[in-house]
């Protein structure tokens, strides 16, 4: 099978080191172009990781540490003409990404991506592919607005949603009506390592710019519908959120407290999420983990250490379901933040669109 042809847009970060981790002897994708900013441009793959002090520089293969770096923005016709889509993990204003964005797609080049400024535009899926694959069915709306033959943007979620709306989705059917979240993010999310950020050692940062807002709206949108050639937003549950910055490297965990308006029993629950067997599954994707919702009986379960690695990253682990005095029940859950939470759902999502064929 001829493999899809794909340029890597802010390769030298974290989202992007890990994309080019994940996509090695991918089956369906090969990467032809890494870029970054113009401070990048023209060095090789090797000497910006080595200037980052990345660990492990040897994971790569010598070929993609050899590779030039091009500019996303000064050779994206080069880029587009190069390659049959592009993931997008740069760090630029909103408005600069969400243009960076539009361009590539009018060059007709889909870009899947994984920043936040196209999130909520009507018109742009954001799609968690074992929740909401059907959302992929406005791409041809959107095309029409951009006057585009092939190209499109498709979005994936803020990582932080990813650890817990998983397995609030089971209980759509008993009616979620609200729900109170802490999520507690790793140092990864914000881009940085211990290394790069040595204050984050012994200490928790209350804030993170914008998280709360994404927590709480962009769930809604995952569930919303298509209409009137939009995607509207799902009306409940009503979410609050609070986001705090602990020091761990990989992995966000939430604790999550839920009223439904039917009733279910505890026990119920547990079936539900150990049973839950996604619509994609039987697309056979090769980034589908083998379960997506895992649920541990022990009390101190799920730790970062022991289960973020759950089915290569792309797993969903919950546990300490139980009765609450004020909502109906609450339990904790977690997710790889750059894995699950970034590019390994980029990819995900990326073989969905091949699959159905939006990507040719
Ligand atoms: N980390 C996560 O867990 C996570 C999860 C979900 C989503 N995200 C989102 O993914 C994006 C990337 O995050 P990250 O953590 O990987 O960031 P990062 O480590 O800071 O990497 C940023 C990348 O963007 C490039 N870049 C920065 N300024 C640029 C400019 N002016 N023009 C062109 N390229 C530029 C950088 O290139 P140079 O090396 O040349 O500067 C680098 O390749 C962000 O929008 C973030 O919110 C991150």
């Not at 951009?146 to 759509?172: D, E, M, W």
């Not at 990864?188 to 928790?204: C, E, L, V």
């Not at 962009?218 to 986001?243: H, M, R, V």
């Not at 490297?249 to 079936?271: P, S, W």
């Amino acid at each position: 099978m001829r493999k899809y042809k794909v340029g890597i847009l802010g390769a030298t970060g974290t989202v992007g080191q890990k994309f080019v981790s994940l996509l090695k002897d991918h089956p369906w994708f090969e990467i032809k172009v890494l870029a970054a900013s113009k401070r990048s441009k023209d060095k090789k793959y090797r000497e910006i990781l080595e200037q980052k002090t990345v660990d492990n520089i040897n994971q790569f293969d010598k070929h993609i540490l050899d590779m030039k770096i091009l500019d996303v923005i000064n050779d994206a016709q080069k880029i587009a003409n190069s390659v049959d889509f592009v993931f997008c993990a740069v760090n630029m204003s909103k408005k600069d990404t969400k243009e960076l964005e539009e361009l590539y797609a009018k060059l007709e080049c889909p870009v899947i991506s994984n920043n936040s400024a196209n999130r909520q535009v009507p018109d742009v899926p954001m799609i968690i592919p074992e929740i909401n694959p059907e959302h992929t069915e406005i791409i041809p709306v959107q095309q029409k607005r951009l006057n585009t033959k092939r190209g499109f943007i498709a979005v994936k979620s803020n990582c932080s949603i990813q650890c817990y709306v998983p397995a609030l989705h089971v209980l759509k059917n008993y009616g979620l009506k609200s729900v109170l979240v802490c999520t507690y993010q790793a140092i990864s999310g914000a881009g940085r390592d211990f290394k790069t950020w040595p204050d984050m050692i012994d200490n928790i940062i209350p804030y993170i710019n914008g998280e709360e807002e994404k927590s709480e709206q962009e769930p809604l949108k995952i569930w919303g519908k298509i209409c009137d050639n939009k995607i509207i937003n799902a009306d409940l549950p009503n979410i609050t959120s609070q986001c705090l910055r602990v020091p761990v490297t990989d992995g966000h965990t939430a604790a999550v407290f839920v009223t439904l308006e039917q009733k279910i029993h505890i026990n119920q629950i547990i079936n539900l999420w150990n049973n839950y067997v996604p619509e994609i599954q039987k697309l056979n994707l090769p980034s589908s983990p083998e379960k997506f919702l895992t649920y541990y009986h022990e009390e101190d379960m799920p730790q970062i250490k022991s289960a973020r690695e759950i089915y290569n990253g792309m797993g969903i682990t919950i546990g300490r379901l139980r009765s609450d005095s004020q909502y109906d029940m609450k339990f904790v859950s977690m997710s790889h933040n750059t894995v699950r939470g970034a590019a390994g759902g980029a990819i995900l999502l990326a073989e969905l669109l091949c699959a159905k064929n939006y990507i040719s």
